[in-house]
């Protein structure tokens, strides 16, 4: 054990009294706990550059004191109680931030304010279970075998140095590959750049591009946590209508001023779950060519689609270099792998690369190497199959539930992809009454409210069914709704 | 199919030589190749594959092995397997993007060199129209990222790292492995933890506490998956344009840019034999809103602050409501002299945020950093991390939390401690017998790396030029200096060094002086 304490004072007294004096304040300030274990003579006196009989003379002092006691056979502990009273005395927090009220940057101003939206959000994802995969599914056998496959002098020695600020190539590769037969992304691994926490993917090109004051066009309803974080830049928001086919982008093609960026999840609508038609697609890049508009394109919950035809991402349709292409693995193997990527237009390679520099010049090795062999082993592409199946299932008997027994009162007003629904409700019931009442049937609910920028409706939530269990399922849809209609 | 497309596939050889070392078995490298072969159009779409009996005779495996490789691959979607007609690249794009959408600019090797990455970005970028950047961006553009990557590769490994053959591999591998198994599905939550997974924060406190007497609850402690990261949230957060920052000189020159890239203008203080020269900062009329200091290991002269001078810095502190950055640096490693508690454990005002990581220790394994912020900092902290750093490596959380709490982490760095205390000693020994009047070595006994003053005719930029040619490790201090030119100071890192290889760099680098 290291311990360090202050000798350097007082050179008139004895080391021993002043290695006793400062054990002992050790103890009066909690470093040292009442009832655990001194450290070892032996470490006492090699981390404080003492003779071993200086420390033993030490403990003889403290011992006499009644800060320590030795047991025989066992050791010397810290003694419990301690005599007399804990002494030192800590400024309160309220004292000490009185007296120096702390300057934040603008940024972190701007951070403050979302402080009640942020409480709000996380309240409302745990009442979903983050709307997550459930985590019984998660591969954590195969992960745990190629987590530790390269765990070795022999393996690393080559690849420890490298500096690798935009994420271990082999990686880059396997993932433009994933991406490209999987999403339609275009092949491009010199322009996918790798993120150690899935959120930061749009922190970079936020903090890239947008000044405070800068207009970014964005849809309504949309995912807030988006909202929040270009918010935190300081941008204002366009919001942009939906309709079936995805964001309005005559809306757009109306405008008379410039907006810096769209930004859109064509994929899978949150929370709506449209997927934008390919003739929309088409007509968004169209104007953002003449507009010379940049898109970041977040492919949020793509790869659940149960039957619908796959679209391919803008990015892959894209032949101007506007968009910017945000993923991760979020619904696939979250929480046990938290990356994040991005795949960039050219132009944007070299500011992001000087970004990366000065924030993440290294990603987490065994953890990237781990993915690079689940991807090119096939088992990303297995997972989800037989993920997809399972979730197929209960998504199928929570509609029929829903359909059945809720003709009266409830709308499913899209065909969605994704993990979960988004249902509207007709109920003299508040949200919330609806939402505890859910609680009791094992069924759980999310009111879209935080992703309307305006007035939002009451009576529209999301509904996740990955976690759903299909034994009970239509009887626990039943009880609800009948609650719903009394 | 056509009579030219029968003929290339019977023509189609995979170039690949099994690797029966390599840590991947036969059918992922096979797969991995003939991906390789699809992806640059060797095997173009609706090609029929070579069958597997002609596959199985060229590379010399079983049938089997490569019928396992085309499994790979077709669930990958990159070929079909029917019955009878055998396998065949499929149509990729989803039949949607069909004509020539993959350029060949797109197709650089995967291993392509940084240092080309970051000239060729570049390059694209300063053609293409750009896009008009934030102020932040721009100014980034007018930091030099070229000095980062200056060094040549071979002798990058020397600089500044731990010896890899004392990563405690086998002992990481065995926590990971413990950690990571079926019934620890459980602790797999959502549950949002900004500052990273709770016991390990108490586990690190505790730490932080016993070795370096700081001052925390675990509440205080804040995790980030890379070392990079912790400053750039304290900069984010309290750093406007404009705004002064004031660093060590000489100093640790990566974190000069770091504050740049927010707009502070940088004041540099002078640091002698005792650390930071804390009566400077008295003539310094400007508000000072971050001082940056290193008070265990004040880069390249590893002087530490001495004690007087950690109060006195603390009390100048109080007054100028200025925060001090500890940057812990180096503080496991020092081999002579009494470690000296750290400016946190002294601060009674709530204004010293330590920073720290484990760098030194668990590379390349372990790349988390670590912050003890003051606690009037931690909601605000919060939120700012919620926005962007929410989910941090989970496994490596988990496994240093036991590498720490059984106590293995503290024998690994008084194990490691001795043998770069030794390999220093040889070094120094062997130097002065070498070079005798020509050579001056810095006191100081710390970190893993000797300051040195060379007596030569060569002028400075000559020796390194010379030293880099041999591929011999010798760095000039000159970057760590802010404005005045240094001549005939070296940098010489000793970690890495076996000490049996010693006499033999000794001699080369007085072979070189001659």
């Known amino acids: 054990m290291d311990f360090v304490i202050n000798l350097e004072y007082r050179s008139s007294v004895p080391v021993y009294r002043r290695a006793s004096d400062a054990i002992r304040k050790a103890i009066i300030e909690g470093r040292l706990k009442p009832g655990e274990a001194m450290p070892s003579v032996r470490d006492l006196a090699s981390g404080l550059q003492i003779s071993r009989t200086t420390v033993l003379k030490a403990f003889d002092d403290l011992q006499k004191q009644k800060y320590i006691t030795s047991v025989a056979g066992s050791g010397t502990y810290i003694c419990d ?16 931030c009185a007296s120096h009220p702390i300057e934040l940057s603008q940024y972190g101003r701007r951070v403050l304010e979302t402080a009640a939206f942020q409480r709000r959000r996380l309240e409302q994802l745990a009442q979903i279970q983050y709307c997550g995969p459930p985590l019984d599914l998660t591969p954590l056998t195969k992960w745990r075998q190629l987590l530790v496959r390269h765990c070795k002098l022999k393996a690393l020695a080559n690849l420890a140095h490298a500096r690798e600020p935009l994420g271990y190539p082999p990686l880059r590769d396997a993932l433009a590959a994933y991406l490209h037969r999987a999403r339609g992304v275009k092949y491009s691994p010199e322009l996918l750049v790798i993120f150690a926490s899935q959120q930061f993917k749009l922190e970079i090109p936020a903090r890239l591009l947008i000044d405070p004051g800068d207009v970014i066009a964005i849809e309504e309803p949309g995912y807030p946590d988006a909202r929040m974080s270009l918010g935190s830049h300081g941008a204002k928001f366009l919001n942009v209508p939906l309709d079936q086919e995805g964001l309005d982008v005559g809306y ?92 960039l237009p050219k132009r944007l390679l070299h500011p992001v690369l000087l970004a990366k520099l000065q ?128 | 199919m056509s009579q030219f497309q029968e003929h290339r596939n019977k023509e189609f050889r995979l170039q690949l030589d099994i690797d029966s070392h390599s840590i991947l078995p036969a059918y992922a490298q096979i797969a991995s190749a003939l991906r390789a072969a699809i992806l640059d159009c060797t095997l173009a779409e609706g090609d029929n594959m070579p069958s597997l009996a002609v596959l199985s005779k060229q590379l010399g495996v079983s049938r089997s092995t490569i019928a396992k490789a085309f499994d790979i691959l077709a669930s990958q979607g990159y070929i079909t397997i029917s019955q009878g007609s055998g396998a065949k690249v499929s149509r990729r794009y989803m039949g949607v993007l069909s004509t020539g959408q993959v350029s060949n600019d797109a197709l650089l090797p995967a291993d392509f060199s940084h240092k080309a990455e970051l000239t060729s970005a570049f390059s694209t970028y300063s053609q293409s129209d750009p896009i008009k950047l934030s102020a932040y961006g721009r100014r980034l553009l007018k930091l030099s990222a070229e000095s980062v990557y200056s060094e040549s590769p071979e002798l990058q490994t020397y600089s500044s790292g731990p010896d890899l053959e004392l990563t405690p591999f086998s002992q990481w591998k065995s926590l990971l492995e413990q950690n990571c198994r079926k019934r620890d599905v ?77 707009g502070a203008s940088l004041i540099a203080i002078p640091t002698d034999h005792d650390g930071l020269c804390v009566d400077k900062l008295e003539s310094v009329h400007q508000k000072i809103k971050i001082l940056y200091v290193s008070p265990s290991y004040v880069e390249p002269t590893g002087a530490v602050l001495s004690l007087e001078r950690r109060h006195k810095l603390l009390e100048w502190a109080r007054r100028n409501r200025t925060f001090i950055i500890e940057d812990d640096y180096a503080s496991e490693y020092r081999y002579n002299g009494r470690p000296l508690p750290s400016l946190q454990g002294l601060d009674r005002s709530d204004l010293v945020i330590h920073l720290s990581c484990l760098w030194k220790v668990l590379f390349p394994v372990l790349r988390l950093g670590f912050l003890v912020i003051p606690r009037s900092l931690t909601e605000m902290f919060t939120l700012a991390k919620a926005l962007n750093e929410n989910d941090l490596p989970l496994f490596d959380q988990f496994a240093l939390t036991d590498f720490i709490n059984d106590g293995i982490l503290e024998r690994h760095i008084r194990k490691t401690r001795a043998i770069y205390a030794r390999r220093r000693e040889k070094l120094v020994d062997s130097l002065k017998r070498a070079l005798g009047e020509n050579i001056q070595i810095s006191e100081e006994a710390a970190g893993f790396e000797l300051l040195v003053k060379l007596k030569t005719k060569l002028k400075s930029q000559e020796l390194l030029t010379l030293a880099r040619l041999q591929k011999l490790p ?41």
């Not at chain 1, 508009?293 to 032949?319: A, W």
């Not at chain 1, 007035?455 to 719903?484: C, T, Y």
């Open chain 1, 81 to 96: 109680p301690l005599p007399g009273e804990n002494v030192q005395v800590e400024p309160s927090l309220e004292q000490v």
């Open chain 1, 252 to 343: 757009l093609e109306k405008l008379s001023q410039p907006v810096k960026c769209v930004y859109v999840t064509p994929s899978h609508q949150d929370p709506t779950g449209i997927v934008m038609s390919l003739e929309r697609r088409k007509r968004l890049l169209e104007w953002a060519r003449k507009s010379n508009t940049l898109i970041i394109e977040d492919d949020y919950d793509s790869e659940y689609r149960y039957g619908l035809d796959p679209l391919p991402s803008l990015h892959g349709l894209d032949q101007a270099d506007n968009v910017i292409y945000i993923s991760s693995l979020w619904k696939v193997l979250f929480p046990m792998v938290r990356m994040g990527f991005l795949v």
């Open chain 1, 359 to 486: 924030t993440e010049r290294n990603l987490p090795l065994l953890e990237q190497f781990a993915l690079t062999d689940y991807i090119n082993d096939g088992h990303l592409e297995s997972h989800i199959r037989l993920t997809a199946s399972v979730y197929a299932k209960r998504r199928q008997t929570l509609i029929k539930a829903l359909t059945e027994h809720g003709q009266a009162c409830i709308k499913l007003p899209f065909e969605t992809a994704g993990l979960h629904l988004l249902i509207q409700v007709k109920s003299r019931h508040s949200d919330r009454r609806l939402i505890e009442e859910a609680g009791r049937w094992n069924l759980s609910l999310m009111s879209t409210e935080l992703y309307y920028a305006e007035l939002s409706e009451p009576g529209e939530f999301l509904m996740p069914f990955a976690h759903l269990d299909e034994k009970g399922l239509d009887e626990n849809v039943r009880r609800w709704i009948q609650f719903a209609e009394s």
């Open chain 2, 186 to 262: 459980s602790r797999l939550d959502y549950s949002h933890e900004p500052f990273g997974y709770p016991p390990l924060r108490e586990a690190y406190a505790a730490y932080l506490i016993r070795a370096r007497a700081v001052r925390c609850s675990s509440e205080q402690v804040v995790v980030f998956s890379a070392r990079e990261l912790k400053l750039d949230l304290i900069c984010r957060m309290l750093i406007d344009p404009g705004d002064c920052v004031a660093v060590e000189d000489p100093g640790y020159p990566d974190v000069r840019q770091r504050f740049q890239a927010y």
């Open chain 2, 474 to 514: 010798i760095f000039s201090s000159q970057p760590n200096y802010f404005n005045s030119v240094v001549d005939g100071e070296f940098i010489l890192p000793f970690a890495q060094f076996d000490e049996s290889c010693i006499d033999d760099y000794v001699a080369k680098l007085r072979a070189l002086l001659a």
